[in-house]
């Protein structure tokens, strides 16, 4: 078999941190079998969102940039469909990757489709049940028009047989005869992977941000229906301060420029009040390996990310999920994670519940066991051989 060529297609900060997975274990393991090609679209672009992982996770710069930036949800995915669509049609790649739900994954989902060129969906099967979430309507999107489904959880995995995905198709694989996998979570290839990096390189952040281990709470506040919701962002920030100043304990928070955006726009008296407060700590996104730092010395993680939730996971905190739903449902059922939507009380009785029970709670491994990016290249390799 000649060398494969893949097209990893990635925009926004946690795709950014995925692909690094899959192009590590290109280069450890199947150099000489696949060629990388990397496109970029610039959904994110903020150096704090998109550079400073390509720099700290050794990822080669992007062979494309497409810069499309910020845009209502048609119009950025409109920009990102015809960038890559010239890509494709000049490379002819064997494949193109995909991950998770974002605009840049509908995008690349519906250029490589029409185009006749497999796709593979990396974080396949998530369903939240909720559409209006964007990412939902990404995801199912991009499942349905993917060959090969890679599926982190076992819930993932049941989700596309519900939409009649069938496991027992057999090879050659294409679009309407797809393979579907458990594969386990990329995302915790890369934590096993980074978190003794980040040790050795990032330990300063505690002195840094005058933090001390064990003794803060790690918040993070991005998804489109907390910060463009005046009212649930104040709710939820509200509510975290109040506890924050009755325990005495710092919240770290370090804010997607959205929700900053939303907060100096809307909330400015609050957003000034948030930085007065002694317990309040409101800082620019950090690195992956900062934030891996974060996620592992805190005592409990409050949220709306669905990477966080499942790293919080991986280091064993229990998580306040900031939503009336999730995706990684394994964490609510084992009981160390909470949905409590925006709401005060359901915020305040969760932190009263995991600050007591923090000790005895367990964390199964749910996601693998950390060689999920060897697996997914080996199969797409199959995909090559039997077709
Ligand atoms: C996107 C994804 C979301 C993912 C998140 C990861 C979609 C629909 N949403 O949400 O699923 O969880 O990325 O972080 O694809 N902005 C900046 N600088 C940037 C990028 C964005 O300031 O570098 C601001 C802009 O005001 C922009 C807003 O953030 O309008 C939203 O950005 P966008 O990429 O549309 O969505 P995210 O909220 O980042
Ligand atoms: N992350 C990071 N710095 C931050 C916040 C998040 O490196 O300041 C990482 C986090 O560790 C996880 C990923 O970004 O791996 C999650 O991305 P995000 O929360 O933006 O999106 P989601 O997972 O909800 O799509």
Redesign the pocket.
């Known amino acids: 078999m000649s060398q494969i060529r893949l097209i990893n297609i990635v925009?926004?900060?946690?795709?950014i941190i995925k692909a690094s997975a899959i192009s590590r274990a290109i280069s450890k393991y199947f150099s000489k079998d696949i060629i990388e090609i990397l496109v970029h679209t610039g959904?994110?672009?903020?150096r704090?969102?998109?550079e400073v992982f390509f720099e700290e996770l050794e990822i080669h710069k992007p062979d494309y940039h497409l810069g499309v930036?910020?845009?209502t949800?048609g119009h950025?995915t409109a920009m990102m469909i015809t960038g890559i669509e010239d890509i494709l049609i000049k490379e002819k790649p064997d494949c193109v990757v995909l991950y998770?739900?974002?605009?840049?994954?509908?995008a690349g989902a519906l250029a490589a489709s029409k185009l006749h060129f497999p796709v593979i969906h990396i974080e396949a099967g998530l369903r939240s049940f909720n559409k209006i979430m964007?990412?939902e309507l990404?995801r199912i999107m991009s499942d349905h028009a993917s060959t090969l489904l890679f599926a982190p959880t076992n819930s993932a995995f049941k989700n596309l047989m519900n939409e009649g995905f069938r496991p027992e198709n057999c090879p050659p694989y294409n679009i309407d005869n797809p393979k579907i996998y458990l594969a386990g979570d990329i995302m915790y290839d890369n934590t096993l992977f980074f978190a003794e990096l980040a040790e050795k390189k990032k330990a300063n952040i505690f002195e840094h941000l005058s933090l001390e281990r064990d003794n803060f709470i790690l918040v993070t506040i991005?998804?489109?229906t907390n910060?463009d919701n005046v009212d649930r962002l104040k709710e939820i920030l509200v509510t975290l301060k109040k506890i924050a100043e009755q325990k005495a304990i710092t919240f770290v928070m370090p804010l997607?420029?959205?929700t900053v955006?939303s907060l100096k726009i809307n909330l400015e008296s609050l957003y000034n009040e948030l930085n007065e407060c002694r317990y309040i700590k409101i800082i620019p996104p950090v690195s992956f390996l900062e934030m891996i730092l974060l996620e592992k010395n805190c005592r409990m993680v409050i949220t709306d990310?669905?990477?966080v939730q499942k790293e919080s996971h991986f280091f064993k905190k229990p998580c306040i999920v900031l939503r009336k739903e999730t995706e990684w449902v394994e964490l609510v059922k084992n009981g160390t994670a909470m949905l409590v939507d925006a709401d005060a009380d359901r915020i305040q009785e969760a932190f009263g519940k995991f600050s007591e029970s923090h000790n005895t709670l367990e964390y199964p491994g749910f996601y693998g066991n950390g060689k999920t990016a060897e697996f997914i290249l080996s199969e797409i390799l199959l995909l090559f051989e039997k077709s």
């Open positions: 925009g926004a900060r946690p795709q959904q994110h672009y903020d704090e969102l998109s930036g910020s845009a949800h950025q998770g739900d974002t605009n840049s994954t509908l964007p990412e990404n991005h998804r489109d910060t997607h420029p959205r955006n990310s669905g990477g």
